[in-house]
């Protein structure tokens, strides 16, 4: 199952638009799409590796995600912790790669593309 491709624009896009970004996080208008990527990428990362994706891949994005938006500690923080409280909500669930584990893989990526996209589309330049 390689859904890679299918996030890799869409994340990429909002990723562009993050760096263009000047507004502290009070003033950005979509700081909870930002977040809730996070936690995406948080659970993308434990899901696509128990079923056999080898590598950093998800959590290099989440590196891309804060390099481009620079956040100050307190954000940074936030970031971080919806990142591994996606990470940690799967992996207190899933032992092994089951057929449950793939649905929400497929779930999470549409959902990170789809979250992506609007985002990109609502604020992008």
Known sequence: MNLRP???APVALCLALAAGTTARAADSPFEG???RLAEILGSLHYLR???GETGQDWRGRMEALLEAENPDEARRARFVASFNRGYRSFETTYAACTDSAIAAIARYMKEGEALSRD???RYGN
């Open 49 to 51: 590796n128990l079923c």
């Open 119 to 121: 985002t990109a589309t």
């Open 6 to 8: 299918a996030l890799a």
């Open 33 to 35: 799409q930002l977040v």
